[in-house]
């Protein structure tokens, strides 16, 4: 299994969000306020599609690691959001990317093989050392969480042996290391909605070798944070820990690219909530049908692959939306039907328009219904993104390949997800979400 986190702390805006939320805290609840990859380019398609399809290959991808990672090895290429963590003793400070699709946090250590020296997102990058951290231990293999990250006890053993990992992404690229337990500071949700710095040990991935096209300064940082379900990930083990509980929400911004990331037990708006579908590497619900504005999409299960539960990945890391192509066709059909408009394909690969108006008066609302009746609504203003002042893009994208089992999938991202209070219940199994402006 896979996830991935957040950690940058802004006061102010972390008490404003929560305030508005209504948000109120049981135990503790620890905070990280995000930033946008693209924020301040989102005219840069090709570069969001290009990520989206990293990602896809890794939910697709049969590739086997070195080093099995509570089930699931494969992090995906390139983050959407990232965020700044606080490590060791004397503090320092590492940016990350967050990955609700993969599972472990590792960062960059010093002596690492082919990792980025320098990124485009106009952030320093540093490589974190254990031996100049005073509260670092080594991890080794005969350590119960060796034991948790490799599903079992590691053969040949030995006490002075260290546990090491290896993870591959889905588009062939690659990081190992090895394992390291220091302090990591989170900011801490207080009773008067502020936040103030807490503690915690935390073990980790100490990167010493990367491999491919990860260490393109284009996207590059100090490292993954994953919000899995794994006992490996940050949020199990502070959950083992008895520091918070074994849940997390994100309020994500597509509008000036940042966000909010909690861990515990937050209590937002009331909401309708969906149980996960049990034992998948991934967040997956099951889905019961598609509105395209009056039109009921006719879900085949053919499409998914299974008899009695047609899923949808839910994925705050991937950009757009991806549909079988059965329903990509309904969907671009009942969009642009009867309508006037001359469509225009941007960089080879994006359908786009001239529209002028307000896109939520001419187009459908196109909603997702789940068990346990959990709608997602999404609106003309959401997947018609704006390209230019005057141009209008569809974010629907076709999934088009299959995995090797021959299913399509749904995979609903930040497209979907975004201005939304989701609230991932990994203790209760269960996912819900409600609208936020």
Not at 120 to 144: A, F, M, R, W
């Amino acid at each position: 299994m896979e996830l991935r986190r957040l950690a940058l702390a802004v006061v102010t805006m972390v008490a404003a969000l929560v305030g508005e939320f209504g948000c109120s805290a049981y135990g503790n609840v620890v905070t990280f306020d995000v930033k946008h990859k693209f924020a301040g380019k989102r005219n840069n398609l090709r570069a969001m599609k290009a990520h989206d399809m990293r990602r896809h290959g890794r939910f697709l991808s049969t590739v086997d690691v070195d080093v099995p990672l509570g089930g699931d090895g494969h992090p995906s290429g390139a983050g959407l959001y990232f965020a700044k963590l606080k490590i060791g003793n004397p503090l320092e400070e590492y940016h990350v990317q967050v990955d609700t699709g993969s599972d472990i946090l590792w960062v960059n250590c010093v002596g690492c093989d082919k990792c980025p020296e320098k990124s485009d997102l106009g952030i320093p990058l540093k490589q974190y050392d254990h031996k100049k951290s005073s509260t670092s231990s080594l991890v080794y293999c005969n350590n119960e969480f060796c034991a948790a990250a490799h599903d079992g006890k590691l053969k040949d053993c030995k006490p002075d042996l260290q546990c090491e990992y290896y993870v591959t992404y889905g588009d062939g690229t690659s990081n190992g290391g090895y394992f390291v337990k220091d302090t990591i500071e989170l900011q801490q949700v207080t009773g008067n909605l502020q936040t103030s710095p807490t503690n915690g040990s935390i073990v980790f991935g100490c990167g010493s070798k990367r491999a491919g096209d990860s260490n393109t300064s284009s996207e590059s940082v100090d490292g993954i944070i994953g919000f899995g379900q794994a006992n490996s990930s940050m949020i199990s083990q502070l959950a083992q820990n008895g520091a918070v509980k074994n849940k997390f929400a994100h309020c994500l911004d597509n509008v000036d690219g940042g966000g909010i990331f909690a861990i515990g037990e937050v209590v937002g708006p009331q909401m309708n909530k969906t149980k996960m579908i049990a034992r998948q590497s991934h967040y997956k619900i099951t889905l019961k049908e598609v509105h395209i504005g009056d039109t009921i999409v006719k879900l085949e299960t053919s499409f998914f692959g299974s008899i009695d539960e047609n899923a949808a990945i839910i994925d705050s890391g991937t950009t757009l939306a991806y549909l079988p192509t059965k329903i990509h066709e309904q969907v671009i059909q009942k969009i642009t039907s009867g309508k006037s408009l001359e469509m225009e394909k941007i960089e080879g690969q994006f359908s786009c328009f001239k529209y002028d108006k307000n896109v939520d008066d001419e187009f459908p609302v196109i909603k997702f219904l789940f068990k346990d009746s959990l709608v997602l609504t999404v609106y003309p203003h959401d997947y018609l993104f704006r390209f230019r002042d005057d141009m209008r893009c569809i974010g629907w994208q076709d999934g088009g390949s299959k995995s090797t089992n021959e299913q399509e999938m749904i995979l609903l991202g930040d497209l979907v997800l975004s201005n939304k209070l989701v609230i991932y219940d990994i203790e209760n199994q269960t996912i819900g979400w409600t609208e936020y402006n």
